[in-house]
């Protein structure tokens, strides 16, 4: 059974920081993209980064590059999310994904095939 577990969301200012954790299991994890994916109310779900468990490539939305990291740990099987200089337009539910998205297409939600079940991120100005 796969699961995606996100922690670490809650409430951060702008300008300050937070950490998502998204801890999987029950996939051969080496073999996916991991990627995050934010929703806010009354908007369409929007891809945030993406990494290959080798760790060899990420990606980034253009409005998160440079503020945005993501990482994995191998051992812990967990993907991270480092939130740096966070902007009240961040404010939104972070969805964890894991898939094989072709990469072309590793920005479109379709490509993801599991899902966590989201953590709010909320950004005070």
């Known amino acids: 059974q796969v699961q995606l577990v996100e922690s670490g969301g809650g409430l951060g200012q702008a300008g300050g920081s937070l950490r998502l954790s998204c801890a999987a299991s029950?996939?051969?994890?080496?073999?996916?993209?991991m990627g995050w994916f934010r929703q806010a109310p009354g908007k369409e779900r929007e891809f945030v980064a993406a990494i290959r468990w080798s760790g060899t490539s990420t990606s980034y939305a253009d409005s998160v590059k440079g503020r945005f990291t993501i990482s994995e740990d191998n051992a812990k099987n967990t993907v991270y999310l480092q939130m740096n200089s966070l902007k009240p337009e961040d404010t939104a539910v972070y969805y964890c994904a894991a898939g094989r998205p072709a990469f072309a297409t590793i920005t479109v939600a379709a490509g993801y095939a599991y899902w966590g079940q989201g953590t709010q991120v909320t950004v005070s100005s």
């Open positions: 029950g996939l051969p994890f080496s073999t996916y993209v």
